[in-house]
């Protein structure tokens, strides 16, 4: 075991009807992990024992749980999983699939009292690193219709975050090995993204990436900042965003001291192959998709021939907030909730970025 603190990472079970509950149990059969950290999972007793019951039958792994009512009792020992039991989820609401050869997929779905479920053990996590009993939070997916259903109208973790730790300029930042990439607009849609850079929101994006390399230990970061339009508009002969908008935003962060490389938009066809080269520690996108494309074509790893999913890495962190928040960066995997089959990769890489922006803050 290494010299540095193990620090307490708190865990959110994602939708109890998704795969955040097998991915979360599959995770913390990592013996090496709990070198590295105390792994706490909030959610239900019930989700995480039948999770354990999959993870046996189909990958022979057998770990116990102990429930526990604060972080502070947890035993965070290999081989023992520490669960905050919220006890949200009766039992007669996880499906019986036990007598079959093998598990199947729950086939349950969207609906509010998962919704619920999964709204509640955020707001858990996010108390519990508000009051320093945990020293950061990653979060398993969640349905955004779920959450909808139960009343809760948010459009995702980022805005659960940040209105629960009342922070007013946040961004997500999606991670893969050294290709991060942040966002000046998520959730929204295309009409709208176009509509929203504006150089006030660009240079936030910006200050807020350059502070997010330094929390991840990156002293001097190099930032790249996309264009919106194709060719950077070309002067303005495929729009004027670029010069308008975005041009001001990197004149005013270069005066301020951040290293920009290129001092101007980069057409965002080429951006991330140059992130991959090593040009830039992070970008900053436009908009959704522009961001995620190519974060996914680089983490999820589909076997044709095979007909699974090889790889599902890739990390959602939320830049700007009082605490730590690391995310996988896929759905709630419905179609595969109780089949055992869900990769736990994406969230490893997550906790594995909790650990190292705890480390960074605490030396800074």
């Not at 979060?139 to 959450?147: D, G, R, V, Y």
């Not at 961004?171 to 993204?193: F, I, K, N, P, Q």
């Not at 709630?332 to 922006?357: F, K, P, V």
Request: proline share 5%; charged share 25%.
């Amino acid at each position: 075991m290494n010299n540095q603190i193990r620090p307490i990472i708190g865990i959110s079970m994602g939708d109890p009807f998704g795969n955040g509950p097998e991915i979360t149990v599959r995770a913390l059969a990592d013996e090496k992990l709990y070198e590295r950290c105390k792994p706490l999972i909030v959610g239900d007793e019930t989700s995480i024992s039948y999770a354990l019951k999959v993870a046996e039958k189909v990958h022979g792994i057998r770990l116990k749980l102990n429930v526990i009512s604060s972080p502070a009792e947890g035993k965070y020992t290999y081989g023992t999983i520490d669960l905050m039991d919220l006890k949200l989820i009766p039992a007669d609401a996880i499906p019986d699939t036990s007598g079959l050869d093998e598990p199947k997929p729950f086939g349950v779905g969207a609906c509010a009292l998962g919704g619920e479920a999964a709204f509640q053990y955020v707001v858990k996590v996010i108390q519990l690193a508000m009051e320093h009993q945990i020293d950061a939070t990653v979060t398993n997916a969640l349905s955004k219709e779920a959450i909808n259903m139960a009343g809760h109208h948010y459009s995702g973790h980022t805005e659960i975050y940040a209105d629960y730790t009342n922070t007013p300029k946040y961004t997500m930042m999606l991670a893969h090995g050294d290709l991060r990439v942040v966002h000046v607009s998520t959730h929204v849609s295309l009409r709208e993204a176009c509509d929203r850079v504006k150089k006030d929101r660009v240079l936030d994006c910006i200050r807020i990436a350059n502070e997010g390399c330094k929390a991840l230990g990156i002293k001097e970061p190099k930032i790249g900042v996309a264009g919106l339009n194709p060719h950077c508009g070309e002067n303005g002969m495929f729009g004027w965003e670029e010069v308008e908008e975005i041009q001001p935003a990197i004149d005013a962060a270069i005066a301020e001291g951040i290293i920009i490389p290129e001092k101007k938009p980069t057409p965002p066809d080429t951006i991330f192959s140059k992130a991959l080269g090593g040009w830039y520690d992070i970008v900053v996108a436009m908009y959704h998709d522009q961001g995620h494309i190519p974060l996914k074509v680089k983490g999820f790893v589909y076997n044709r021939e095979e007909k699974h999913w090889e790889a599902v890495e890739g990390v959602n962190v939320t830049l700007g907030l009082p605490i730590i928040r690391a995310s996988v960066d896929h759905g709630t995997g419905i179609d595969l909730a109780g089949s055992g089959r869900s990769s736990e990769l994406s969230l490893i890489n997550a906790i594995d970025y909790a650990i190292l922006m705890v480390h960074a803050r605490k030396e800074s």
